[in-house]
């Protein structure tokens, strides 16, 4: 069963894109499978870091190849420029990336109704990163979206004239116009671009190199508690960030898959709006937010912190069938005397629970804590897991314990060196 997939237990930003790239070299290919421009994966070697957001991660290493999915939305304005800026490092992607006909396409008015619907939500508003996620998955839900494919038809600009119309009168019912003429020479400046990439129907490709017994990375993007079904909804992403995504992002069977690794942070993060019961409004999660730079790699916001979540764990590693865990940042916790985790939650009823309850009804829901020495030493020296401080050790088996998954990886800094297989 050569695919494994890798996705985010949190609410995106736990680190995924780094295990990507320390993984990578066992497999043959590394798939993108949801999401688009939203996400932000961040590699760091050799002193240089790179920020991807629709390019799959494996793109450093010349022998993988790198699959854009059908599941994907892309935009190919900030395709083009990701590709350019990774030409510039030298890095030669033309042979090894194929992109799927069949995912969508973010137009300038998508964008343009994500920023609209998002101020016409007000005080409700999602927080969303306004690359126009949620108005393509809109209109691919709909069946009036435009594909990948669509560009090499002779009547695409017909297709995207009547696409933007309808945009366009969405707009009207805010009472507003579609302003989007200088984003629209850039746009089709890169949709000529797009046509020069190799656009395929993927899961043809996929399912040959199966047949052949390579290994497929499936790389996911945010994380289970925003995806579109399971996570804090509405305070979500549009698309299907768990482990079943894979299979309808990439055209995979689900009998194909073999290991699932969940990654999550020593401690939590959200950007956006929404309930987050273990959040730090205090001088703590500041401590953690500047520790862990927790500011967007996609839009620059503060991050909101606060400890690590276990109900909210267990239930993501209950939706993908987490086979196991990678604990990114622990060296951010370094300064800190003591270390807290929620173990339950106290519901409005009074009663407590280890497990998350509808994710709809987490802002009412109080976290009870149990605290845990820290390790107070220096981790970003480490190199080997028999190096571990006691506290740390006891923290790992603490986790596995309370969530019944083996820590295979623990990670001690933003570098590809700094991970620590166990
Ligand atoms: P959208 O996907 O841009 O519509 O944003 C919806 C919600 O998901 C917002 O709260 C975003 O902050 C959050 N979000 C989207 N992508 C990411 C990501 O890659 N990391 C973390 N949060 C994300």
């Known amino acids: 069963m050569p695919v494994d997939v890798l996705i985010g237990l949190q609410w995106g930003d736990e680190g995924k894109g780094k295990i990507v790239d320390v993984l990578a070299p066992t497999y043959d290919v590394v798939a993108r499978f949801q999401g688009g421009p939203n996400a932000g994966h961040t590699l760091t070697f050799d002193g240089i870091k790179h920020v991807l957001h629709q390019v799959p991660s494996g793109i450093f290493h010349p022998h993988i190849l790198n699959v854009v999915g059908n599941g994907v939305v892309l935009d190919p304005v900030v395709f083009r420029q990701e590709l350019q800026k990774l030409t510039d490092r030298g890095v030669d992607w033309a042979q090894n990336l194929y992109i799927s006909k069949k995912a969508q396409l973010i137009l300038p008015s998508h964008r343009a109704l994500d920023r609209l619907h998002e101020e016409a939500r007000g005080s409700t508003k999602i927080g969303s990163t306004l690359k126009g996620i949620g108005p393509t998955y809109q209109d691919k839900i709909g069946r009036t979206g435009l594909r990948v494919g669509h560009v090499l ?21 805010y009472h507003r116009t579609l302003d989007i003429a200088a984003e629209e020479a850039e746009f089709f400046v890169a949709v ?9 129907d993927t899961e043809f490709l996929l399912n040959d190199l199966l047949r052949q017994g390579k290994r497929i990375l499936a790389e996911g993007a945010q994380g289970s508690l925003l995806d579109i079904d399971f996570g804090t909804y509405p305070y979500v992403t549009s698309s299907s960030t768990i482990a079943a995504g894979a299979c309808t992002g990439l055209g995979i069977a689900p009998r194909h898959i073999d290991k699932v690794y969940g990654i999550t942070k020593a401690y939590c993060t959200r950007v956006g709006s929404g309930p987050f019961p273990t959040e730090l409004t205090d001088a703590v999660g500041e401590q953690i937010r500047q520790a862990g730079r927790e500011f967007g790699s996609t839009t620059g916001r503060p991050r909101r912190t606060g ?7 267990r239930y993501a590693i209950m939706l993908n069938g987490v086979t196991e865990l990678h604990l990114m940042k622990a060296d951010v916790l370094d300064g800190f ?4 985790a929620c173990t339950h939650y106290r519901l409005p009823t009074g009663a407590t629970t280890p497990h998350l309850p509808d994710p709809g009804q987490l802002q009412d829901v109080v976290p009870e804590y149990v605290t ?3 390790w107070h030493s220096d981790l970003t020296q480490l190199s080997a897991a028999a190096d571990f401080p006691a506290p740390l050790q006891a923290y790992l088996a603490f986790l596995e314990t309370e969530l019944q998954v083996p820590v295979r990886i623990v990670s001690v800094g933003p570098d590809r060196v700094s991970t620590i297989l166990r």
Not at 153 to 172: I, M
Not at 192 to 200: I, V
Not at 337 to 340: D, H, S
């Open 337 to 340: 005397a003591e270390i807290k």
């Open 153 to 173: 038809l002779p009547d695409f600009e017909e297709r995207y004239r009547e696409a933007v119309a309808q945009h366009a009168a969405t707009a009207g019912h």
């Open 372 to 374: 845990l020495p820290g």
């Open 307 to 313: 400890w690590i979540d276990l109900p909210a764990l």
């Open 192 to 200: 000529g671009f797009l046509r020069t990439l190799q656009l395929t």
